[in-house]
């Protein structure tokens, strides 16, 4: 039997790698995507469903859910992988935006799930895989909301695969390291505030490091072979780290107490 996959955020980066990667494998996909009449290459694609859905639409989702199934009869795996990266001073950063990225990144998230989760209860199984981040993990300056975000996941991905485990779903975090995306250029959502002189000097210190840890990132393939991984290993394994960096940064963060790695963070923007 083909299995079928639903991807949130399919347009760019990690989550079209990873439709891809399933295509190839022999699976269908359900790429969804906010603005699907964009696409060209996914949309060619034979076993590959293109449709829209925009985590922050309720409509879009629960019909984009009904469109995979119409099309392909079931849903084994559901990939949460749409969202972006909020960050600047806290002082600066009006509400509305703050709210945006719990929304996209978490609540979106808790709303797709819901509505794929009655089909994977009735048809008896699946997993459900959340794009998270060593930044679920660990936190870099002025990442007030985005790792504010990436720890909700954590958390409610632990909380969440106590109860699933009881109709057999998996769930499963998946943790990339720096990924050579969109997500330093279009999905980097940096606010500032000049009048707000006591941060600038902190805020340039940043930047300049920012930009530096962004370059040599992983390629967005790498993470998509540890979803695959994640999808096909048949435990109930909660988390995967991607990539080398990834796996030796979170292995050095569980084995160091908090003063001595927040110390080493410091050190590395420079603070
Ligand atoms: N790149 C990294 O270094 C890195 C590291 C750790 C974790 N991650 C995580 O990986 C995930 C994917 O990011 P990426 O690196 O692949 O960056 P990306 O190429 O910028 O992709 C972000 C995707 O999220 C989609 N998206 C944003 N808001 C959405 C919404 N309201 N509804 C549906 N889709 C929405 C974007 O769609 P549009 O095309 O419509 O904007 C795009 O497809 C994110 O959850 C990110 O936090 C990335």
């Known amino acids: 039997m083909t299995r079928t996959i639903l991807i949130t955020g399919s347009s760019s980066g990690i989550g079209r790698a990873t439709a891809k990667l399933f295509h190839e494998q022999g699976w269908n996909v359900i790429a969804t ?4 009449e964009k696409e060209t290459e996914l949309t060619a694609l034979e076993n590959v469903l293109v449709t829209r859905l925009d985590v922050q639409d309720s409509a879009s ?3 984009a859910v009904g469109a995979g199934l119409e099309r392909f009869g079931r849903i084994d795996v559901l990939l949460n992988n749409a969202g972006y990266g909020a960050f600047g001073p806290l002082e600066a950063v009006p509400m509305e935006k703050a709210r945006r ?17 009655p089909h994977l209860r009735v048809s008896g199984g699946g997993t459900v895989i959340n794009i ?7 936190t870099f300056p002025l990442g007030t909301l985005y790792h504010g975000t990436k720890f909700a996941v954590e958390g409610l991905s632990e909380a969440l695969h106590y109860e699933l485990a009881t109709i057999g779903v998996n769930v499963k975090l998946v943790e990339p ?5 969109d997500f330093a250029g279009r999905s980097f959502d940096f606010t500032n505030d000049d009048s707000l002189t006591e941060y600038q ?6 930047l300049t490091a920012q930009a530096q840890l962004a370059v040599g990132g992983d390629k967005p393939e790498v993470v998509a072979e540890t979803v695959y991984r994640a999808a096909t290993d048949e435990t109930d394994r909660l988390r995967y780290p991607a990539g080398p960096y990834a796996t030796e940064l979170l292995a050095q963060r ?4 908090d003063a001595t790695f927040i110390g080493g963070i410091k050190a590395q923007f420079g603070l």
């Open 101 to 117: 990225q719990f929304d996209v990144n978490v609540m979106g998230l808790l709303e797709t799930t819901k509505a794929v989760l």
């Open 177 to 181: 390291g720096i990924v050579d995306t």
């Open 61 to 63: 989702i629960t019909s």
């Open 201 to 206: 000097e902190f805020v340039n210190t940043f």
């Open 33 to 36: 995507m906010r603005s699907p």
């Open 254 to 257: 569980a084995a160091t107490d």
């Open 132 to 138: 998270s981040s060593i930044g679920g993990k660990v």
